[in-house]
């Protein structure tokens, strides 16, 4: 497939799917009073919260009333933005006063000064790569014309902005090689903005492509592809529901006025099209989705064929299907139809009846997680209790070799087209720095391309994997990352971090800011919670409404295990988790708030009765359920993080954090939340809200940004743990 490159992960919930659902059937009873919350001052603290309005506004949810006295804060206004800056003076008054703080920082910021490369990637016969050289706010990318030569600078995101909140979100070369569509979006949103370069003189053409959502750039011909919306209203775009997405023809040279409408269904405001096109141009695929479990529909139309219109392959929404290539007139499909742990199909979109789909690879007892065809062959990465796997299949799907990886850990790559030899991949894992291989196809040959080196002794740790007993009986995985020889004896500050939904894998990974927490003796503890990807989609469907209690269930679970193990003990436990972990952790926190001395939600989905009536949230209701819906809103009500908080708990010691540009998860959940915290929690730790600005939902935050955050946060968690890393040094 003609695939946009990836430059950024977007941190947190799936968004480029979606689900209809029906207007809630709440009624406000009354908006006409007001009250304040009073200034609350904690007794260790001695924090002052700024003074919250609290408003009288309550829903009707089939005879059940809610009150939502925060529902003021939903408004981006000024009065919000007021409430924002007290809010943050409070916090970072409290973070300034940290007496370690700054060493953090400054250690942080010496380990994060090493050059990091993205794995090489070929168009038009040249050799693309993307390098920080530190501490740039912005990966920059480069141009080779051979593996050996003097690469070049090609673009440099970081002349977008001054303060780097400018970020590279797509990125896709013609394919001659010609041009080069990219997109770009400001302060962390998930609004885009395509425009196209010449790659011979790197000139940036005229045209402007803008209001792109859930979309990647995919060629044909002499113009490409793309998904919008229509724009916003003005004044709340970034909160705005997201309805009806279209996907449009752009020609180079031409105003995006007279971009060619491809498709769109009026009938049905909340699906999303994704339209990519094969390798070859032959076919214009479109995934179409009702929500962000993953399930989608399948079109296609035959770009051959002057008279060929978008067709369905398959017109249901009840699995997965992803076309990988196609070889001539058929395609080569992933899906998990009538099987959970996926297999490789070939169709024929002109008889897409199942019965005659031909089966290329079967199903096996591991996930099969991605696949690429590179050099004839037909490359698969599977996992294997979180772990990757490479096998290799000849385009009959007869099995030829496995690529020797270096332990167990993660792979990415192997991208290419099928007439090239050779392809790139990169392997880490929880101490092992992101390394590049080469992969030369016909002769199954790996050698190492680039090393990456970091000023952290890694060989000081090591990594174990447990399994663990759920409260149901399941058996969860969990890996555990701390200092070799450590000393089981219930006092070792301990993060436990996890995001259990959306289908979403948690697999082993290097992260330089976690290398402070370890060298510091704590141990980092990650577990797959069902809800993940990790052993296919019944692991999936069993952390979906209306089971998502067991996700919450296994988190816990972790907790007391690692206590009972006598890793840590609660006064020394942390609990993290972004998007959809930011709920997992506000689940944690109101359900077992014993069970852990801090809690940070990140980003997170807090109010469970309204999170789909902002953006894309419409998207995520396969995978929560809704509060349109008397028995979803049931099982919603017991859970929502905003809703179970309780007058007179002390909770852990908590640090809400979200961004003022989040259009993903907006942040009136984290507003709203933390109203409630401050207002109802016990007195003894403190309940604070660190709001970034010019930040979104994650992806491409400055690298400036991203390690005072790292700072902030590891200096919250020692400050309220008793634990000073840097007494004796």
Known sequence: MRKTTAILLAG??????ACKSTQNDTTATGMTTETTVAATATAESNLNYPNTKKVD?????????????????????QEVDQWIEAQNQVTFNYLDDIEFRDKIKSRLTEIWNYPKYGAPFKEGGKYYFFKNDGLQNQSVL??????????KVFFDPNKLSNDGTVALTALQFSKDGKYVAYGTSSGGSDWNTYQVMDAATGKTLDDKIEWVKFSGPSWHKDGFYYSRYDAPTEGNKLANKNEYHKVYYHKIGTPQSQDQLVYEDKTKPLRNFYGQTTDDERFLILNVSEGASGANALYYKDLADPKSTIKPIVDSFENEYNVVDNFGDKLLVMTNKNAPRYRLVMIDPKKPQEANWKVVVPESQNVMQGVST??????????KDATSQVVLYDQNGKQLNTVELPTLGTVSGF????????????????TYPPTIYRYDVPNNKVTQFRKTEVNVDTDAFETKQVFYTSKDGTKVPMFIVHKKGLKLDGTNPTYLYAYGGFNISMTPGFSIANMLWLENGGVYAMPNLRGGGEYGEDWHKAGMTPNKQNVFDDFIAAAEYLIDQKYTSSEKLAVAGGSNGGLLVGAFMTQRPELAK????????????????????????PEYGSSDDEAQFKNLHTFSPLH????GVRYPATMVKTADHDDRVVPAHSFK??????????????????????????????????????ADTWAFVYKNMGVNPYLNQ
């Open 415 to 430: 991208g290419g087209d099928q007439k090239d030899k050779e392809t790139f991949f990169t392997f880490t894992s929880f």
């Open 673 to 710: 939340f933390i109203s409630e915290l401050q207002d109802k929690g016990a007195p003894g730790n403190p309940y604070l809200i660190r709001v970034d600005v010019r930040a979104g939902h994650g992806a491409g935050k400055p690298t400036s940004l991203v390690i005072q955050e790292w």
């Open 598 to 621: 801090v809690a940070l939600p990140a980003v997170g989905v807090m109010d469970m009765l309204r999170f789909h009536k902002f953006t894309i949230g419409w998207a995520w209701v």
């Open 142 to 151: 480069y141009v080779q014309e051979t593996l050996e030569a003097e690469p």
């Open 644 to 647: 179970n908080i309780k007058e």
């Open 374 to 383: 590179v050099g004839g062959r037909i490359i698969a990465t599977y996992m």
């Open 57 to 77: 506004h309550v829903d009707n949810y089939f005879g059940t009333q809610v009150a939502d006295p925060y529902r003021w804060l939903e408004t981006h206004n």
């Open 12 to 17: 947190g919930l799936t968004a480029v799917s």
